[in-house]
């Protein structure tokens, strides 16, 4: 059954750098478009980025300039590097899976998503 695994969360200072990954394991991968986002305490999730299946990439305008998507294909894998970490960029980070490939910032666009993985940024 595909899934998606994100990994690399943890807690870091203000300032400080963070490498997600999501390794997903379904056979269509680069067919696909991915999305990170992130949830702050049971409220509404937060469009990050998204890397479409040709490789173009966009974000919120949050974190435009610190966040770079990236993505491997022969890996089944997308990264999020983020940089220069504040304290707002703390929530649970979650990858998720567009198959139509085009890549949104809307939530119901995407098919299917991980469990996430939680970043704390502390002042």
């Known amino acids: 059954q595909a899934h998606l695994v994100e990994s690399g969360g943890g807690s870091v200072q203000a300032g400080d750098s963070l490498r997600l990954s999501c390794a997903a394991s379904?056979?269509?991968?680069?067919?696909?478009?991915m999305g990170w986002f992130r949830q702050v305490e049971e409220k509404e999730f937060e469009f990050v980025a998204a890397?479409?299946?040709?490789?173009?990439?966009f974000y919120a305008d949050s974190v435009k300039g610190r966040f770079t998507v990236s993505r491997d294909n022969a890996k089944k894998t997308v990264y999020l590097q983020m940089n220069n970490l504040k304290p707002e960029d703390t929530a649970v980070y979650y990858c998720?899976?567009?198959?139509?490939?085009?890549?949104?910032?809307?939530?119901?666009?995407?098919?299917?998503w991980g469990k996430g993985t939680l970043v704390t940024v502390s002042s």
């Open positions: 998720a899976e567009d198959w139509a490939g085009l890549g949104s910032m809307r939530v119901e666009e995407y098919n299917y």
């Open positions: 379904g056979r269509s991968f680069s067919t696909y478009a």
């Open positions: 890397i479409r299946r040709g490789g173009s990439t």
